[in-house]
């Protein structure tokens, strides 16, 4: 198959003209507009739609619209601009509706700035809007990974009938890589059952977010619950890396996780050996093959570029066995396998005396 | 027998829940029968809001979606999108969709979206309680503005229709009342146009409904059809706001 060279957002954008993707629906911000443009020029040539929403809510719920009429939908944005769909998404995943969301994220809180980051781990994987509801979550690490885990995301959307997040970073939206397109065919979903078309010759149909009645709403809660639980026993998809014998555990995702290869290979060159967790799936999270890692390694050491927030899933997957060093770099900033290493030899030099974390 | 009078087809057989004296069932039934007379019921789709209105989706029998508050035409313009063929409306109260939902609609309109939006305006929010709403008049006294609407401090009620007049997109936007048979009877008309304006793929489409609230007014139903017709229809004028002549509609 022909390799191209392309930026991370224009890769994800034509990944998802190539699932199928019907409609498309955003507001610009940097940096990843460029799924917007990219789909502006190619949608109408399938056939589809592209429309720039008035805002990133009028976007969430124009998504909500096209998915009760059953088409795969998307939406994309950055860090503020998902703040605003949190709403929709609640009510996404009460309606139980398929889509997907591409969070290309930037440095935070406030308007932040437009550099990598990671601060929205906590938004994304623990439910960023209000109720008690789950997303999908993919880590790509790679502009092939962006483009590979898209197909696989409006594919689960469909099969869970819920919102699937790949959750990026401006590193990955912005940097060309040779990339292959390898449409993986996944089986179709029926949602003939459901989906709302003005009722014909059937009976109607209504597509609800609520149930004043709490019987009623804790039956669709429980409901979504079995859902949530299904994704975790089938779902959990994650990289390990490097030595089977390792003296430490490394675990990080997305950019981090790729940085945290050369860190691997690095120590190799020095005589120590390291082994890494790279979670794909952020929610489902990969508790089981972290817990068996971090026992076999005795520590663990979890980079983000944030000041802290994977980190926690981490400790509540180890249960408290083996101990937990966190090192984060914040604001946009991109830590360097130089300081990893500084860390990593702190770590296994001082030991039960070396810092929490970096902070 | 010649039946001259029935209940519209789409018309569910469900008793309304609403409050006695409040217009909802009205809108409701008016809907139903344009619904009706159009033969449109079997590819519409309605788009609800969060207010009182919410259950409408319990009294008409098509295909509804509801969603957040606000968002309706939104949503609307998804589904419209997704399948042009259909007829799709929404359904809104005043803090829906001239509070919460000002940007939705404002901009639905602009991109002249090939929806419909009924706009129940009462000037109050009625399911929360009889809060000032956005088309709240001077004067008036709700639970959140005790002295009554003060324009110094509260500002000026918002008038949607006149606002949505000077956008391109609107094709027909107009107000009307249904407190007299003669009205319904002219209100009816004007349901329809709002369908066929879509249909006929002449741009957007809004019908405002000044409807009264006797319990968040504290009145009875009378006094309260009496408001509607001296007060509320002083501060909004009933009327085709922008009607087809205006928009070279051929009608």
């Known amino acids: 198959m022909q390799k191209i060279l392309m930026k991370g957002n224009d890769a994800v954008a034509e990944a998802a003209v190539q699932a199928g993707c019907n409609l498309y629906f955003g507001y610009p911000i940097t940096p990843q507009t460029e799924i917007s443009e990219y789909l502006s020029r190619r949608l109408p040539d399938t056939g589809g739609v592209f429309l720039q929403a ?9 998504v909500y619209g096209a998915a009760a009429a059953g088409k795969r939908v998307m939406t994309s944005s950055s860090g503020p601009g998902f703040s605003l769909k949190q709403e929709g998404i609640s009510y996404l995943c009460s309606a139980e509706l398929p889509c997907v969301l591409v969070n290309i994220s930037r440095g935070g809180p406030g308007l932040g700035n437009i550099q990598p980051s990671q601060a929205d781990y906590f938004q994304a994987v623990k439910g ?47 940097m060309m890589e040779p990339v292959v397109f390898r449409n993986p065919d996944y089986p179709d979903i029926s949602k003939e059952e459901w989906v709302i078309t003005g009722k014909k010759t059937r009976e109607r149909r209504i597509i609800l977010c609520f149930a004043l009645d709490p019987k009623e709403l804790e039956k669709l809660n429980l409901h979504l619950a079995e859902k949530y639980a299904e994704m ?46 790279r979670p794909v799936t952020l929610y489902p999270f990969p508790k089981e093959i972290l817990r068996g890692q971090a026992r076999k390694a005795g520590k663990a050491l979890v980079v983000e570029m944030n000041l802290g927030q994977m980190v926690e899933d981490v400790k509540l997957s180890v249960e408290g066995d083996v101990p937990v060093y966190f090192h984060g770099r914040s604001g946009g900033m991109i830590p360097t396998v130089e300081e990893i290493m500084h860390r990593v030899e702190e770590i296994l030099l001082k030991g039960g005396e070396a810092r929490e974390n970096n902070l | 027998m010649k039946t001259i009078f029935e209940r519209p087809k789409t018309l569910l057989e469900k008793p309304f829940t609403y409050c006695p004296g409040c217009h909802h069932g009205l ?50 313009t998804g589904l419209k999108r997704a399948l042009p063929e259909q007829v799709v409306f929404s359904y809104q109260g005043d803090g829906d969709i001239a509070a919460i939902g000002t940007s939705e609609i404002i901009h639905s309109a602009a991109r002249g979206e090939l929806i419909s939006a009924f706009f129940i305006n009462n000037a ?12 709240t008049i001077s004067g008036q006294v709700t639970t959140t503005s005790p002295r009554g609407r003060s324009t110094v401090d509260q500002g000026y009620p918002l008038k949607l229709c006149e606002l949505l007049r000077g956008l391109e997109g609107s094709a027909y936007l107009a107000r009307v009342l249904l407190t007299r048979p003669k009205y319904i009877r002219e209100a009816k008309e004007v ?61």
């Open chain 1, 232 to 277: 975790e026993r089938s779902e959990v998809l994650y990289e390990v890396y490097g030595s089977e014998q390792p003296e430490l555990l490394l675990v990080g995702y997305g950019t981090v996780g790729r940085i945290l290869k050369s860190v691997v290979r690095e120590a190799e060159k020095q005589g120590i050996r390291l082994a890494l967790v």
């Open chain 2, 124 to 135: 109050i929010f009625g399911m929360t309680g009889g809060q000032m709403a956005p088309t």
């Open chain 2, 191 to 251: 349901f329809r146009k709002a369908f066929l304006t879509q249909i006929e793929k002449k741009g957007f489409s809004l019908v405002e409904v000044l409807s009264p609230c006797p319990t968040n007014w504290k009145m009875t139903p009378a006094e309260a059809v009496a408001w509607v017709e001296n007060t509320l229809a002083h501060s909004f004028p009933p009327g085709e706001i922008k009607g087809w002549e205006e928009t070279g509609h051929a009608g």
């Open chain 1, 128 to 174: 960023g809007g209000h109720g008690d509801y789950r997303v999908l979550v993919l880590a790509p690490c790679s502009v092939q990974e962006l483009v590979d885990l898209t197909y696989l995301a409006f594919y689960l959307a469909d099969k869970y009938r819920n919102p699937v997040e790949i959750l990026g970073d401006g590193m990955l939206g912005q």
């Open chain 1, 54 to 62: 008035e805002s990133e809510i009028g976007a969430i719920y124009m």
């Open chain 2, 27 to 76: 809108a409701h039934r008016l809907l139903a029968e344009v619904i009706d007379e159009l033969g449109i019921a079997d590819h519409t789709i309605g788009v609800g809001p969060v207010g009182c209105s919410v259950y409408i989706y319990v009294f008409l029998d098509i295909d509804f979606v509801m969603g957040a508050h606000g968002r309706a035409p939104a949503t609307a």
